[in-house]
């Protein structure tokens, strides 16, 4: 079969021939009249449509003419769909108007020509009727006039052809590249026999004979005038921008079928050839920009772009998304910014998708799991640190990871959330006990009253939470119009006890006469059982006698006289005014016993109850923790950026540890074990400690936060103050972190043992004591208290001594240079032995009979020895069974009850302690008889 290009080629070349035989016919004077002619209808056709190239009409007028003329012509368009899109953007609206003038002007010079030539041709034959036979006659008397007249034919046809190729060759141009494209993003079917038939027929033409001298003959220098586009003073091929386009529009193609949770190797490398077709094109970032400055802004103000809603990535990456956003709006009207961004953008979302990470957005268990494998985070922040503009990003990654830790430890979000949780538990509660009897009220609510203060953060004095209980339930359920407690009435509560407990100008500087309700321009009691209450009525609630008994009880000095007997009169006295004498209500506030003045944080903390943003909480939330993008964004060079990505990708890691030790065979977060949850943290602490962005503060609040999270409390047994003394002992002085929250693991770890009766070894101890210093001995001293060691199930009246013991053991280890660490262990081991021994012993013999192991202890003369020669142990006998000069404790741990006087082992105790006083001369008295007091043994010493 014949090629198209050839037969153009020979049809061509016949028509040369021809004007060459015609040129003869008519002579050198005749042709020669022709060709200028000709020229000069080529010469007009070419310079008119390059007026007309150079005049197109403006962009609003374009827009009105595609609007009104063009569009409606095109069958099944959806006219406001493409009005929409050429409207958003200036550039594309050009770039189309440019591309299709430059379509059009070929064949408009064409037919310009053709028409021009037809009325030329006619000025010729009335040329040639005027002096036809004078032309006829000087082309004879010319030399060789035949012959120079085809040349001068040859010379128009070749014109001819010249104008005729223009718009073939161009669009032959244009097509070739593009057909090419196509088929290599699979947009046409390479492989199909006519479509192979009609990209070789394309091709043959281009590289035909007759289009290649065309273009010799200055075919590309007209279409390069007519088919050029030129948009802000720049000139750009028409080619290669339809190329980029149709590239760009391919791939975008092939992620149009896929919902973004379906991203994966496929999706990212489709991703990364988009970014890529930017560096091709010079267009492609000014059209972008215009819509993602557009689609940007619109979804920063939550509206939809185009129909398209902005895109929901799941509660931890919306944060991120969105500083995403802000950012490409500010750089979209910057192409050599946008185009870095998209780049980066474009390896953001390839490491994404090629980790799964798409796929588990609405799964946050396995979203974290998806992040902390591998070094997706560290790609990340590697890929933000090398572009300026993105590296705002790199602190919402890290706030990212806090989020994620978080979620699983269950650190609140911000103080409202706090707050919330507060007054929704004090409501339930106070719901819960409304169907009990008055007596029973008061002693089930107090309680839940004390929890929730406590999760709350709010320090409140144990002594005065019945009075706190009476008034809750005589406000909001005796008197209660509506039967149900709402957060709204509890709120309202302490909207009225702050506002007369804060009036009194020694607590806030308030004048003393401001009325209830005045000092706030809203009302705040609106929504409340107190909505309606006259001024008269909201005097005589107990919010309001409630706040005046602890501002009286707070004005009490350390120097008055019977404390108690003046707080019990302060309280009768003005609940009385509420209350019926004699009832549970005030039986319940008459046996109070206040044996210490109130302190006056007690009622500014409850009057801060008033408000989320007033109130006087220790909870460190996530506010407290996320970073200042900005402020953290200018702390990140280069120097830096290799230490961030390591500390970031540190907190996925642990975060993601932790959430599998929650998830994983029997995890549950009830039985979580602390030190899984101690080593990850201190890890994390450690690397962002060391950060330019997050930094000492930040470490120190966040270590505060995941001590005080429901999971670590719940783990370690903490109660929100004691979580809190902790993390204020803990970065007391900074140090290491994952020393730390091991000494927290390890210490807490004992004392469950102790608890459950679990042996302990010798080597978990030495760890402990190894990791022990000042700080770390302090966080024991907080955590070891009266009341925890009577839940242990230690006797109340021997409580305080043991905790007095164990903290100044932990004290001495913590401040001293220790040597043998083996030794003090092992003392320290024999110690909780003895404890464990005051559960359990009727069923345990004291001490070991000789050569033998069938006691708690070893035998009485190694039990002595081992004690006395640890100096921690001597130490902590004289500051808690002493107080300096004689025994003031006697058988802390009911060991006496066991090893009765006339028994053996009290016999070979006390043997075992005067030996020891013999071959040690160093020994104190006062240590041995503290000893001896430990067992329950009388000691006399001349």
């Known amino acids: ?96 108007l440019q591309l299709a003038a430059g379509l059009v002007l070929p064949l408009v010079c064409l037919v310009l020509f053709l028409t021009l030539s037809f009325l030329t041709w006619l000025a010729y034959l009335i040329v040639v009727m005027i002096r036809g036979k004078a032309m006829k006659k000087k082309s004879k008397e010319k030399k060789l006039g035949r012959l120079r007249g085809g040349v001068w034919g040859l010379v128009r046809g070749m014109i001819a052809v010249l104008i005729v190729m223009v718009p073939l060759c161009g669009y032959v141009d244009l097509a070739a590249p593009t057909m090419n494209n196509l088929a290599n993003e699979g947009v046409i079917d390479a492989s199909d026999p006519t479509m192979q038939m009609v ?66 190797p496929e999706e990212a490398a489709v991703i990364r050839a988009i970014a890529d077709s930017f560096a091709d094109s010079k267009l492609l970032a000014p059209i972008m920009g215009d819509v993602i400055y557009a689609a940007t802004d619109a979804w920063m103000n939550d509206q939809a772009f185009l129909g398209v809603e902005k895109p929901e990535m799941g509660d931890l990456f919306d944060p991120f998304m969105d500083e995403l956003w802000f950012i490409l709006h500010g750089d979209a009207k910057n192409s050599a910014a946008l185009q870095a961004d998209v780049r980066t953008v474009a390896s953001l979302i390839a490491t994404l998708a090629e980790n799964g990470v798409f796929a588990n957005l609405e799964n946050t268990d396995a979203l974290l799991a998806s992040l902390s494998g591998g070094t997706v985070v560290k790609d990340m922040v590697s890929a933000l640190g090398s572009n300026t503009s993105m590296k705002r990003l790199i602190p919402q990654i890290t706030n990212l990871g806090i989020r994620a830790v978080g979620q699983t430890l269950q650190i609140p979000e911000n103080p409202q959330a706090v707050y919330d949780t507060f007054l929704n538990k004090v409501a339930t509660s106070l719901n819960e006990v409304s169907s009990m009897d008055a007596a029973a009220r008061i002693a089930a609510l107090t309680p839940q009253l004390d929890s929730a203060f406590d999760n709350a953060g709010i ?103 019977n404390v108690a007997e003046v707080a019990k009169q302060i309280a009768t006295e003005a609940f009385s005014e509420i209350m019926e004498e004699g009832s549970a209500a005030m039986e319940a506030i008459q046996n109070v016993v206040i044996e210490q003045p109130l302190s006056a944080e007690t009622v500014t903390n409850t009057a801060s109850l008033q408000s989320s943003t007033e109130m006087n909480s220790t909870v460190v939330t996530l506010d407290d923790l996320l970073l200042d993008i900005t402020e953290a964004a200018e702390t990140i060079t280069e120097e830096t950026i290799e230490k961030e990505a390591e500390a970031i990708s540190s907190i996925f890691e642990a975060a993601g540890t932790i959430l599998g030790d929650m998830t994983g065979e029997g995890g549950s977060m009830e039985g979580m074990d602390l030190g ?46 004691t979580a809190t003394n902790l993390a204020n002992q803990a970065t007391s002085n900074g140090g290491n972190y994952s020393e730390t929250m091991g000494v927290v693991a390890g210490s807490v770890g004992i004392m469950d043992a102790l608890n459950k009766g679990e042996p302990l070894t010798e080597e978990k101890v030495i760890e402990l004591i190894q990791t022990l210093n000042p700080q770390t001995a302090g966080m024991i001293e907080v955590y070891i208290t009266e009341n925890r060691l009577i839940g242990f199930g230690l006797p109340e009246e021997y409580a305080g001594i043991v905790a007095k013991f164990i903290t100044s053991l932990f004290h001495y280890m913590g401040n001293e240079d220790l040597e043998n660490y083996e030794g003090e262990a092992k003392a320290l081991n024999q110690i909780l032995s003895i404890a464990l021994a005051a559960k359990d012993a009727d069923e345990n013999k004291l001490f070991s009979s000789e050569g033998q192991d069938d006691g708690v202890l070893p035998t009485a003369k190694v039990t002595v020895e081992t004690l006395l020669n640890a100096h921690a142990i001597d130490y902590a006998l004289i500051q808690a069974m002493t107080d300096g000069e004689k025994v003031i404790a006697y058988d802390p741990f009911q060991i006496a009850q066991y090893i009765p006087e006339d028994s053996q082992e009290y016999q070979d105790c006390l043997a075992a302690i005067y030996e020891y006083r013999e071959t040690h001369d160093d020994v104190s008295d006062l240590a041995l008889q503290a000893l001896a007091a430990i067992f329950g043994v009388t000691l006399e010493l001349n």
Request: hydrophobic fraction near 45%; aromatic fraction near 4%; proline fraction near 2%.
């Open 676 to 721: 899984a949850i101690a080593g990850s943290v201190g890890n994390i602490l450690d690397s962002l400690s060391q950060t330019s962005t997050f930094g000492e503060d930040k470490t120190a609040g966040l270590l505060t936060a995941v001590l005080q999270s429901e999971t670590v409390r719940n783990s370690a047994q903490l109660d929100m103050e």
């Open 459 to 561: 320090v409140v004095e144990d002594d005065i939470l019945d009075f706190y209980s009476s008034s809750l339930i005589h406000d909001l359920i005796d008197n209660n119009p509506n039967g149900t407690v709402t957060s709204a009435d509890v709120q309202a509560f302490f909207v009225l006890y702050a506002d007369r407990a804060m009036a009194r100008e020694e607590l806030s500087g308030k004048d003393t006469t401001v009325a209830l309700g005045e000092v706030r321009s809203e009302d705040p009691l609106a929504g409340s059982i107190y909505a309606n209450m006259t001024q008269e009525e909201l005097e005589k609630c107990a919010a309001t006698v409630l706040a005046k008994v602890c501002y009286e009880l707070a004005a009490i000095t350390a120097d008055t006289e």
């Open 199 to 264: 990209m070789q027929e394309v091709d043959g033409l281009k590289n035909s004979p007759a289009l290649s001298v065309s273009r010799v003959l200055g075919a590309d220098l007209i279409n390069n005038a007519l088919m050029k586009i030129r948009i802000d003073g720049q000139n750009f091929r028409a080619e290669d921008e339809l190329d980029s386009l149709v590239v760009l529009w391919t791939h975008i193609s092939d992620l149009g079928g896929s919902e973004i949770s379906e991203y994966g």
């Open 1 to 96: 079969m014949v090629s198209i290009g050839l037969l153009v080629s020979l049809a061509v070349l016949l028509y040369l021939l021809i004007c060459f035989g015609w040129g003869t016919l008519r002579g050198v004077v005749k042709a020669r009249v022709r060709v200028i002619m000709i020229a000069a209808s080529a010469l007009v056709a070419v310079v008119a449509c390059i007026i007309m190239r150079n005049s197109l009409p403006s962009t609003s007028e374009t827009l009105a003419l595609l609007e009104t003329q063009v569009l409606p012509m095109i069958q099944d368009a959806n006219t406001g769909e493409i009005m929409g899109y050429l409207e958003l953007s200036p550039t594309l609206l050009e770039l189309v």
